[in-house]
C-alpha cells in the first residue's frame, strides 16, 4: 500500500466517523457525560512530622 492509498484510507474513515457524529448529534442522541467525584471538606491545614537529631516536630 502506498503512503497515498494509506491517507486515502484514512480521510475516508475520518470522514465516515464524522459523518456518524453529526448524525447522533443531529437525532439528539448524545455521549453520557462523565460524572465528576464528590467534592471532598476542606482538611485544614496539616503538619508534616519531622526529625533533626534528637529534635523532633511537626512542620507546614
Known amino acids: 500500500m502506498t503512503l ?3 491517507y486515502l484510507e484514512f ?3 475520518l470522514e465516515e466517523y464524522y459523518e456518524e457524529e453529526t ?3 443531529e437525532m439528539g442522541i ?3 457525560e462523565r460524572k465528576l ?3 471532598q471538606k ?3 491545614t496539616f503538619t508534616v ?3 533533626f537529631g534528637s529534635v523532633q516536630g511537626r512542620a507546614l
Open 4 to 6: 497515498e492509498e494509506a
Open 11 to 13: 480521510m475516508e474513515e
Open 23 to 25: 448524525a447522533q448529534a
Open 30 to 32: 448524545e455521549q453520557p
Open 37 to 39: 467525584p464528590p467534592k
Open 42 to 44: 476542606d482538611p485544614g
Open 49 to 51: 512530622p519531622f526529625c
